[in-house]
Structure formats: C-alpha cells, structure tokens
C-alpha cells in the first residue's frame, strides 16, 4: 500500500543505528540487506545515509560520537509526535525515562527515551509540528 505525504504523528519514520565503527556496519549492512552507503558529513567524519536498491533512504549509520556519543548501540527508531515537550512529559509521568532530553536536529526536534521495560526510542517533533517550514 503507497501513501502519500508525510506520515501521521504515532508512525515510525526513521531508523539510525550509533555504533563505534560505522564504517564497519555500515559494510555489514551493504552486504546483508544489499543497501546502499551515501555518506553524510559530519565535519570531521561521515555518517551514512543507506539507501535500498530503488534509491530509497531507509536507515541511518552513525558513528558513536558528539550528540549521538551516549546512545546505545542498537536500532533507534524514530516516532513522530505532535508536541515534544508533552510526549517527554508523558514519558516521565508514565514511568519512563527520558535519556536524551529534546534537542534541535534536523530541522526539527528529537529526543531519546527508554519506556519502563528499558527499551529506547527516540521521539521527533517534525518542522511543521512546531509551525515551523
């Protein structure tokens, strides 16, 4: 099923992996899934866009370093949310945690939480959320 526009608030739109050799997995990943690396400068080093045999971005690699240097190594999925502030809030006030308070990135904003079981996702306030552009 194809949709158009963006996705709705609740969806996951994105998915970054933070390791310390990038490189490596994203090597991994190119092998195993066939994806494609586009590399993202991030100054002094590259991250990788991975893209699918169409040409469809469908994750990110990322070095373990600046911003991302305390997420842990594993798939972060990012969940659109309409108010950031709010779903931090909600987070604490049910029994979560939240891990990476709410930073710009993107042209959005983004923050880390873990739910009470310990799993960690991060959560994305998209520009026009915000009533941004």
Not at 28 to 48: I, Q
Not at 59 to 85: E, F, K, M, S, T
């Amino acid at each position: 099923m194809c949709e158009s526009g963006p996705p709705p608030f609740g969806a996951v739109a994105w998915r970054d992996l933070t390791v310390d050799d990038a490189p490596a997995v994203r090597d991994f990943y190119a092998a195993v899934a066939g994806w494609t690396p586009v590399p993202v400068s991030m100054g002094e080093y590259d991250d990788y866009e991975m893209r699918d045999e169409a040409g469809n971005s469908v994750a990110g690699v990322c070095h373990a370093r600046g911003l991302n240097a305390d997420l842990p190594p594993q798939w972060l999925v990012y969940i659109l949310v309409a108010d950031l502030d709010a779903a931090a809030d909600a987070t604490r006030e049910n029994g979560g945690e939240v891990v990476v308070a709410p930073r710009d990135m993107g042209g959005g904003r983004m923050a880390v939480v873990r739910d009470p079981i310990g799993a960690v996702s991060a959560l994305f306030e998209p520009p026009t959320a915000a009533g941004g552009e």
